[in-house]
């Protein structure tokens, strides 16, 4: 039991510095970005199920989602649902595929996503560095005005 919660304890540290990693390495400069990307990370690796040390903010989400590791089972698919629950605050009614999308929109976008006018469809396609760049409009305060191309 004790080991458990130690391990887990372990994984959110290190996530953590992965996300600051991640996020210091290519949005250095600007606190909003610096934010938003390590939010973004966070929320991939929660998505993806793996440590993503070497995140190319120029992927599309697809591409980085694809090299995740799936549910092996319906126990395992269930425990992943509760994860994503918890993380958005909310509960999800069941798995079909356009639920999927806007849950999808909301735990990469983090807090601010019920106000974005991206269509949840189109979010596979967006890469990293758009989603980063949509999570600091939608927050405000970015002192660098980087956008993505
Ligand atoms: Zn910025």
């Known amino acids: 039991m004790s080991t458990t919660i130690f391990s887990r304890f372990n994984f959110a540290t290190s996530s953590r510095e992965r996300g600051l990693a991640f996020a210091n390495r290519y949005f250095a400069g600007c606190c909003a970005h610096i934010d938003e990307a390590a939010g973004a990370h ?8 793996e440590q993503l040390s070497d995140l190319d903010p120029d992927s599309s989400i697809r591409e980085v989602l694809e090299r995740g590791t799936p549910p092996a089972d319906s126990l395992d698919t269930v ?9 958005i605050g909310a509960s999800i009614p069941s798995s079909d595929d356009a639920i999927w999308e806007s849950l999808l929109l909301r735990v990469l976008l983090g807090p601010s996503a019920m106000r974005t006018t991206w269509d949840s469809a189109t979010l596979p396609a967006r890469s990293v560095r758009g989603v980063i760049d949509e999570r600091v409009r939608l ?4 002192a660098c005005g980087q956008r993505a191309v």
């Open 42 to 49: 966070r929320a991939l690796e929660l998505l993806s199920r």
């Open 79 to 87: 425990e992943f649902g509760m994860k994503l629950e918890e993380e």
């Open 139 to 142: 927050r405000s305060g970015c």
